[in-house]
């Protein structure tokens, strides 16, 4: 059996399904190149079994853990929700073609704790993220401007790669909505849906001057408020 769980944005979201299907397993892996949350030592204290760090080349070109799993009872556990990342439903179309039996534990991610800002998630266009190397990249922008003519609000991710401790940060981020003329009232938000949450609101040109520490980070660019939604924002001014 192979088990791929979502650990959600801190250590107090691990349920009791993780905890039943992790006394269950032999071999426990961690992907780390999606998103962050929980240090290591904190979940081998938690589950008090060995776990070893996965990272891309593993997760998305190797077959050794679904081989490992038609043996024996494998969790590979994600931060976040584990099939948020698109290239994890890989994982549950490749076991099912091999007759590995696969059991999917959901838990909180960005996509649901967004609603802490007081926004409406039906009022969500398509999501977009900014890469490092974005100079010539037009993509976020189309994605945002396609969304605002369409009244809707646009959730900006921002790459990350844990492996190296490397974050593509608000303040860079919102360099590049300016200089590609993206200066829309919008949200800088920090460790959503955890303890350390902070969500500040302004204009792109004016969040730039400020300097933010906590992670992860994301930008949501505003549409069209409902009455309730301008309600709640000006709950965080």
Do not use: W
């Amino acid at each position: 059996m192979l088990y791929l769980i979502g650990l959600g944005l801190e250590l107090k979201d691990i349920n009791l399904k993780t905890i039943e299907a992790i006394k269950k397993c032999k071999k426990i892996y961690l992907e780390n190149y999606t998103s962050t949350g929980a240090n290591l030592n904190e979940l081998k204290k938690i589950f008090k079994k060995p776990i070893t760090i996965v990272y891309r080349d593993i997760i998305e070109n190797d077959e050794t853990i679904l081989k490992e799993a038609k043996k024996f009872n494998v969790a590979i556990l994600f931060y976040g929700d584990p099939l948020i990342a698109t290239t994890h439903i890989n994982f549950v179309i490749d076991a099912k073609k091999i007759n590995t039996k696969i059991k999917v534990i959901h838990n909180n991610s960005i996509l649901n704790v967004i609603s802490e800002t007081g926004l409406h998630i039906y009022n969500f266009g398509k999501i977009t993220s900014i890469p490092f190397n974005n100079e010539n990249v037009k993509t976020p922008i189309e994605v945002i401007n396609n969304n605002l003519k369409l009244d809707l609000h646009t959730l900006v991710l921002l790459d990350l790669d844990p492996e190296n401790k490397k974050f593509l940060t608000i303040n860079k981020a919102l360099e590049y909505l300016t200089k590609n003329k993206i200066n829309k009232l919008c949200l800088a938000c920090f460790a959503l849906g955890t303890k350390k949450q902070e969500i500040k609101i302004g204009y792109s040109k004016n969040l730039i001057k400020l300097k933010f520490n906590k992670f992860p980070q994301c930008i949501i660019i505003l549409g069209k408020l409902h009455f309730r939604e301008e309600e709640a924002l000006k709950l965080l001014k």
